[in-house]
């Protein structure tokens, strides 16, 4: 009887611990947002006295690392760090290329066919996602690119 007590003691704790940790993450979950409009800047801390970094464009994701007041200090994907204004970015989901060049194919998998290339740099519009793929969009395009071929 007491073998049985200590196990199911063991049981409870590590579910206890597995919940605590499933929770941590999703509470963790990162968030991004995008630069609503060209030329925005990104400053060095959070007022506009501080020192513009870089002057955005529109569609730009951003990660949300903490919040000041009305400013949100962000980092990009190349791990760029600096402060925004909330009323400066929206929650329409964009992703940016990071690699060289990505194959954009007319479904979500690699039997579809290619439609375009999507360039290192070049910010889409994400519409949706299927498993490990991301469906963008574009003036000139609209197609499927890998998750590993954009950030976020």
Same mark, same amino acid.
């Given at each position: 009887? +007491?073998?049985?007590?200590?196990?199911q003691? /063991?049981?409870?704790?590590?579910?206890?611990?597995?919940?605590?940790s499933?929770?941590? !993450? =999703?509470?963790?979950?990162?968030?991004?947002? =995008? !630069?609503?409009?060209?030329?925005? $800047?990104?400053?060095? @801390?959070?007022? #506009?006295?501080?020192?513009?970094?870089?002057?955005?464009?529109? *569609? %730009?994701?951003?990660?949300?690392?903490?919040?000041? @007041?009305?400013?949100?200090?962000?980092?990009? %994907?190349? $791990?760029?760090?600096?402060?925004?204004?909330? =009323?400066?970015v929206?929650?329409?989901? %964009?992703?940016?290329?990071?690699?060289?060049?990505? $194959? !954009?194919?007319? *479904?979500p998998? #690699?039997? %579809?066919d +290619? /439609? *375009?290339?999507?360039?290192?740099?070049?910010?889409?519009k =994400? &519409?949706?996602?299927?498993?490990?793929?991301? +469906?963008? &969009?574009?003036?000139?395009?609209?197609?499927?690119?890998?998750?590993?071929? /954009?950030?976020?």
């Amino acid at each position: 009887m +007491k073998n049985r007590t200590l196990k199911q003691s /063991v049981r409870i704790g590590v579910l206890a611990a597995a919940l605590v940790s499933a929770l941590t !993450v =999703s509470a963790m979950a990162a968030e991004f947002v =995008s !630069v609503l409009k060209d030329g925005v $800047n990104l400053r060095s @801390g959070p007022e #506009t006295k501080f020192e513009v970094l870089f002057q955005l464009p529109a *569609g %730009y994701p951003l990660k949300v690392l903490a919040r000041q @007041g009305e400013w949100l200090k962000v980092s990009d %994907y190349e $791990n760029d760090k600096g402060w925004i204004f909330s =009323s400066l970015v929206s929650k329409t989901r %964009y992703v940016i290329v990071k690699v060289k060049e990505g $194959n !954009v194919r007319s *479904g979500p998998g #690699t039997k %579809y066919d +290619k /439609v *375009g290339k999507a360039v290192r740099d070049c910010i889409l519009k =994400s &519409t949706e996602r299927k498993g490990d793929w991301v +469906k963008i &969009t574009h003036p000139q395009l609209t197609g499927w690119l890998h998750k590993t071929l /954009v950030w976020p």
